[in-house]
T-cell receptor, first 113, second 113 residues
């Protein structure tokens, strides 16, 4: 069965700090990978996705993620965070032939002004 | 963009009553929709996959007689929590599939007294 592991449950950073949120998945075959963000009081939004091709994926708001197949990882990065990045971030995976998306437990990011 | 709405956004009911939650894809047709449950500070747990015109597929451990799902049209899926109890209090989120992506509704906060 597929599973997703997010290493950090709660991250606190100051503005302008660099961010990296870890995500590992377990699935032996081809996967689609996603990062979703949930801002306070809002619904889930897609931050970025990887289906195939260039393993370095750029998303909205300056976020990027790198798919490293050998490590089963899809870490999210941002070189300089802003206070408005305070949110919960979810890594997710699905197999292309499967409708289901499996979510990690989420990482709560708090940016200090 | 693809928009998914949910109604109601918040509902409070007495124990033993039934509650219906609607999920609509506003600007696209979705043959497949999904229902998730999110506990505080936890990830989204997939409850069931809703397929237009056929029976829903429930995840292991989810009672299909308690959580009735109907996907009567290409833009509407409903989740009915029957004989609700306080332990059913949670945040229920739906999503609708478009291609390989899922677009999420804003969620419904259910509180059972």
């Amino acid at each position: 069965a597929q599973s997703v592991s997010q290493h950090n449950h709660h991250v606190i950073l100051s503005e302008a700090a660099s961010l990296e949120l870890g995500c590992n998945y377990s699935y032996g075959g081809t996967v689609n990978l996603f990062w979703y963000v949930q801002y306070p009081g809002q619904h889930l939004q897609l931050l970025l996705k990887y289906f195939s091709g260039d393993p370095l994926v750029k998303g909205i708001k300056g976020f990027e993620a790198e798919f490293i197949k050998s490590k089963f990882s899809f870490n999210l990065r941002k070189p300089s965070v802003q206070w408005s990045d305070t949110a919960e971030y979810f890594c997710a995976v699905n197999a292309p032939r499967d409708d289901k998306i499996i979510f990690g437990k989420g990482t709560r990011l708090h940016i200090l002004p | 963009g693809a928009v998914v709405s949910q109604h109601p956004s918040r509902v409070i009911c007495k124990s033993g009553t039934s509650v219906k939650i609607e999920c609509r894809s506003l600007d696209f047709q979705a043959t497949t929709m999904f229902w998730y449950r999110q506990f505080p500070k936890q990830s989204l747990m997939l409850m069931a996959t809703s397929n237009e015109g056929s029976k829903a597929t429930y995840e292991q451990g989810v009672e299909k007689d308690k959580f009735l799902i109907n996907h009567a049209s290409l833009t509407l899926s409903t989740l009915t929590v029957t004989s609700a109890h306080p332990e059913d209090s949670s945040f229920y989120i739906c999503s609708a599939r478009l291609g390989y992506e899922q677009f999420f509704g804003p969620g419904t906060r259910l509180t059972v007294l």
